[in-house]
């Protein structure tokens, strides 16, 4: 006979956060930080990457093409991933997901960082980046989802967006890294230089960095709401995914949307902007860059305070109120910028900052789902959104931009009003916690 559900810990809900909570919060986000470093540094160096690993002989088109599809396919690769740890997460354990996870992105990105190029074993090459970029896509579509259930069940009720948000600003701040250590190289590095040897040095330092960051997750404790699950014998029944679909539709349906608002503002407002700034308006690319830092550094900062203010008035309030913020803001830098070069910096940095509102998207989901299917559903709703919404954001923006230079702040309005509606359905599960 089951037992009845567990609301998580309730009865420490009103209790303020401990040292112990901030060291889990900390070793989460600085390993999420890490793991998203690792995810996003090929990237950065894609170009160096095409002419590496893929036969002279092609067209350039082709080469780049072939890079990007190989990068895309870590987002392809993540709904797989993070269904198949989410399962096992709700099964075995948060912890033991959790450690796995950066486990699985750190030793595919050091083995980029030694693989033999095309020059020295042929199409090999290719293959095996396709590989190891496959099994970095499946880790971080565990490490996501898996990130913001454990920091979640792990601090009181209270404090359960503080927490979201502060573990999203970690996954940023990889970003954020990536940029830093991709400039440090590029401006320390001759051309020839980087591509004989030193595009190799960011994936060697993730990957190490990486290995640390398994180390320390040692020392984290499974979370006490799945430790009262499995006492209690209320861990899911069935396949965990199973009830998902069958029983939480209309959580999977909001998350989704709000994923879609959240793709959306990384992959246009921080991602994409900064080439779009260069060819609309003529910027330098060191200028854009500058730019790009300090929006980047702004949102770390905006997911922090989003997470907290969604903690005191509520999730829906807050992303209604900032998404309308972020579509506002994010318009009015496209024409201040046309007028004005001059005021790319701030007005780029206060964008970054209301992009800070996805902060409150996983307090969201961590609420709308049930303990013993948490992980599963928030990891199928999040990642298979991501891979769809994200894989064709920039298709579709860039089709746009056809008929209106507007476009990117015109799509990203439209998600933002979209994120807005769809608040109005959200809905807390029956003990969630």
Known sequence: MQATPFDGASHAAGRSLTRGDYKTLTLAALGGALEFYDFIIFVFFAPVIGQLFFPPSIPDWLRQLQTFGIFAAGYLARPLGGIIMAHFGDLLGRKRMFTLSVLLMSVPTLLMGVLPTYASIGMMAPVLLLLFRVMQGAAVGGEVPGAWVFVSEHVPSRHIGYACGTLTAGLTAGILLGSLIATAINKSFVPADVAAFAWRLPFLLGGVFGLCSVYLRRWLHETPV????????????????????????????????????????????????????????????????????????????????????????????????????????????????????????????????????????????????????????????????YAVFGGLTPIVVSLMMKSSPMAPALYVGALCVVGALTTLFIKEAPAAR
């Open 226 to 385: 799945f430790a009262e699950l499995q006492k209690r014998k209320s861990l899911a029944a069935e396949i965990p995914l199973k009830a998902v679909l069958r029983d939480h539709g209309r959580a999977v349906i909001v998350s989704m949307l709000l994923t879609w608002m959240l793709s959306a503002a990384i992959v246009v407002v921080i991602l994409m902007t900064p080439t779009l700034l260069q060819k609309q308006f003529g910027i330098a690319p060191a200028t854009v860059l500058v730019a790009n830092c300090a929006a980047t550094l702004c949102l770390t900062v905006g997911c922090v305070l989003a997470g907290a203010i969604a903690g005191r008035i509520g999730a829906g309030k807050t992303i209604f109120i900032g998404g309308i913020m972020l579509a506002v803001s994010y318009y009015a830098l496209f024409r201040q910028v046309a007028v004005d070069a001059s005021v790319l910096l701030p007005w780029y940095a206060f964008t970054g900052f209301t992009v800070g509102v996805i902060g409150a998207i996983p307090f969201v989901m961590v609420k709308s789902f049930p303990p013993a299917v948490r992980f599963s559903g928030i990891s199928f709703s999040y990642n298979v959104a």
